[in-house]
């Protein structure tokens, strides 16, 4: 009987153990992972870049299942103008009219599903929770995903509306006769993520 008991322990020891060996957590690298942004308007647009403050993929038999990253609102950069300009512009985006920075200096986004692609442009499918000012929206967009020797990236390029978090400074959906001073509501974001 007690044979039986140790060969059953031994059994839940080794299955436990290839459990956490399949599923693990790995860090997202946030030195060589980043944001990129673009904003458009009537009279043309702006480019910059937000950091990730901090994050984690979730894997299993060397794929990717899931996982979160906080991205760090206080780093908005504009990578187009200098000087006083980009001094303004940052203030601005930074401000109440636009992503009011001082209240929700994070955003978050949390992945509910990763499926495989089809497409001949994306190996993947993401779909997550984003949540900006407080305020969360789900969001599906197509990525590229790898894992390589531990390590996984992925990157994708894709469209926000930016007034389903409430962001509606210059929006023609929301204010009328705003002519060559209307700003797009769509922007689009580029994320290039590493793990370590």
Same mark, same amino acid.
Not at 64 to 75: L, P
Not at 80 to 108: N, Q
Not at 160 to 181: A, C, E, I, P
């Given at each position: 009987?007690?044979?039986?008991?140790?060969?059953?322990? !031994?059994?839940?020891?080794? !299955?436990?153990?290839?459990?956490?060996? &399949?599923?693990? +957590?790995? @860090?997202?690298?946030?030195?060589?992972?980043?944001?990129?942004?673009?904003? +458009? @308007?009537?009279?043309?647009?702006?480019?910059?870049?937000?950091?990730? #403050?901090? =994050?984690? &993929?979730?894997?299993?038999?060397?794929?990717?299942?899931?996982?979160?990253?906080?991205?760090? !609102?206080?780093? /908005?950069?504009? &990578?187009?103008?200098?000087? +006083?300009?980009?001094?303004?512009?940052?203030?601005?985006?930074?401000?109440?009219?636009?992503?009011?920075? +001082?209240?929700? %200096?994070?955003? @978050?986004?949390? /992945?509910?599903?990763?499926?495989?692609? *089809?497409?001949?442009?994306?190996?993947?499918?993401?779909?997550?929770?984003?949540?900006?000012?407080? /305020?969360?929206?789900?969001?599906?967009? %197509?990525?590229?995903?790898?894992?390589?020797? =531990?390590?996984?990236?992925?990157?994708?390029?894709?469209?926000?509306?930016?007034?389903?978090?409430?962001?509606?400074?210059?929006?023609?959906?929301?204010?009328?006769?705003?002519?060559? #001073?209307?700003?797009?509501?769509?922007? *689009?974001?580029?994320?290039?993520?590493?793990? &370590?």
């Amino acid at each position: 009987m007690k044979t039986k008991i140790l060969s059953i322990g !031994m059994a839940a020891l080794i !299955m436990a153990a290839a459990f956490t060996i &399949l599923q693990k +957590e790995v @860090k997202v690298d946030t030195n060589s992972s980043q944001i990129a942004w673009i904003g +458009e @308007k009537v009279t043309g647009q702006h480019n910059g870049t937000v950091d990730i #403050k901090e =994050g984690a &993929l979730e894997m299993k038999d060397g794929q990717v299942t899931g996982g979160s990253f906080i991205i760090d !609102m206080t780093t /908005i950069n504009v &990578l187009d103008l200098e000087g +006083e300009y980009k001094d303004k512009l940052m203030g601005h985006l930074r401000s109440d009219d636009f992503f009011s920075v +001082e209240d929700h %200096p994070t955003a @978050k986004f949390t /992945i509910t599903s990763i499926n495989k692609s *089809e497409a001949t442009d994306a190996t993947h499918f993401i779909a997550g929770d984003l949540t900006i000012k407080g /305020i969360t929206n789900k969001i599906t967009f %197509p990525a590229n995903v790898s894992v390589e020797n =531990g390590k996984a990236n992925a990157k994708a390029s894709f469209a926000l509306d930016r007034t389903k978090w409430q962001v509606k400074y210059g929006s023609g959906s929301f204010f009328d006769g705003l002519g060559d #001073k209307m700003i797009y509501d769509d922007f *689009e974001l580029t994320v290039n993520l590493s793990s &370590l």
